[in-house]
């Protein structure tokens, strides 16, 4: 099973996603999902991560098949959730006061990847995806936040940090960094190359 890539931003999130999808290779074996906190407002995000990366990004429709090497968006006013193979989105209740959220990502994720998934938190302001990191903790999987310190709004780090024990929290660089590692040969999340097996 390829790796899944979650990561979730808000206020101040966007520098680093651009980064982080500018270092991705192509080919790349893992699949990675975005949520910001964009609420019903139009998004022209995946325009912006297509003209800094060399992977294909998009808003996916309801019923997407998961590719690999490819970077998906979560739209405007949907949560996106993932299921065996495929994505789902829905237009359910705000979660965490937002639409889209990043822990029905996350959690869906945990529960259908388990020790295939890496979760992700950049900059941000408020908690969301602290439980669904601790959930992607608990099945296995390897979790990084953003140093607070470097973040523009530190208190989603901060809470995913307090919630979900992350792996470790690293520089936008570093994050990057382990993301592409993954890309190449698609090595287990928890097993990055470049640690004991």
Do not use: W
């Not at 290779?25 to 407002?41: E, K, N």
């Not at 307090?162 to 698609?186: T, Y």
């Amino acid at each position: 099973m390829n790796p899944i890539v979650v990561i979730a931003a808000s206020a101040g999130g966007l520098g680093p996603l651009k980064q982080i999808v500018a270092a991705l290779p192509d080919p790349c074996a893992a699949s990675v999902f975005i949520v910001l906190h964009i609420g019903p407002h139009p998004s022209l995000l995946p325009q912006i991560l297509s003209t800094v990366g060399r992977l294909s990004v998009s808003h996916p429709d309801g019923g997407t098949l998961i590719q690999s090497g490819h970077v998906y968006v979560a739209p405007p006013d949907h949560h996106m959730t993932l299921e065996l193979g495929r994505i789902h989105l829905d237009q359910g209740p705000k979660v965490n006061h937002v639409r889209p959220a990043a822990d029905p990502l996350f959690l869906s994720a945990a529960e259908i990847y388990r020790e295939h998934i890496m979760g992700i938190v950049l900059s941000g302001g408020d908690g969301d995806v602290a439980a669904g990191l601790r959930a992607i903790k608990g099945h296995g999987g390897i979790a990084f936040v953003q140093k607070p310190e470097e973040a523009e709004n530190p208190s989603m780090p901060y809470a995913a940090i307090m919630a979900g024990h992350p792996d470790a929290c690293l520089s936008v660089a570093g994050i990057a960094e382990r993301i592409a590692a993954l890309c190449p040969d698609g090595l287990t999340p928890g097993r990055p190359s470049d640690e004991p097996k």
